[in-house]
């Protein structure tokens, strides 16, 4: 692949990487003021179980969330460090190319489609 369309591909991870970190941030500041809330203020207090119950399901919701975009951030860093090996584009399973309509869809995917389908089949 060519410095100019690494350089392209680094330029998105590093866009992605920004938004993705500030959703993390806002998801963890968010429930954590949410937590922090339910000891101070009796008046924020679930009457019915119902609301206790939907508070529940968005706290773990969120720490769904955040758990997958830590993933993706994990992914997006590991598909800097291919650019910088100079590695970015390889499939990381046959060695084969990584189509560059994959690698605008999915910028930081580490394997070509037939591999990501065989992994997806096991």
């Not at 392209?8 to 938004?19: G, I």
């Not at 008046?43 to 119902?50: G, L, R, T, V, Y």
């Not at 399901?57 to 969120?62: A, P």
Request: hydrophobic content about 35%; aromatic content about 4%.
């Amino acid at each position: 692949m060519k410095k100019a369309d690494m350089q392209v591909y680094r330029d998105r991870l590093q866009v992605l990487r920004a938004r993705l970190r500030g959703d993390v941030t806002a998801m963890a500041d968010a429930a954590l003021r949410k937590s922090g809330m339910e000891g101070g203020d009796s008046s924020s207090m679930p009457i019915h179980m119902a609301e206790l119950g939907s508070e529940n399901f968005e706290q773990e919701f969120t720490l769904s969330l955040m758990e997958t975009e830590e993933d993706t951030l994990a992914k997006i860093d590991e598909a800097l460090e291919r650019i910088s090996n100079g590695t970015y584009g390889i499939c990381v399973e046959c060695g084969g190319v990584i189509p560059k309509t994959r690698l605008n869809a999915i910028p930081y995917t580490p394997v070509c489609i037939k591999c990501a389908e065989q992994m997806e089949d096991h």
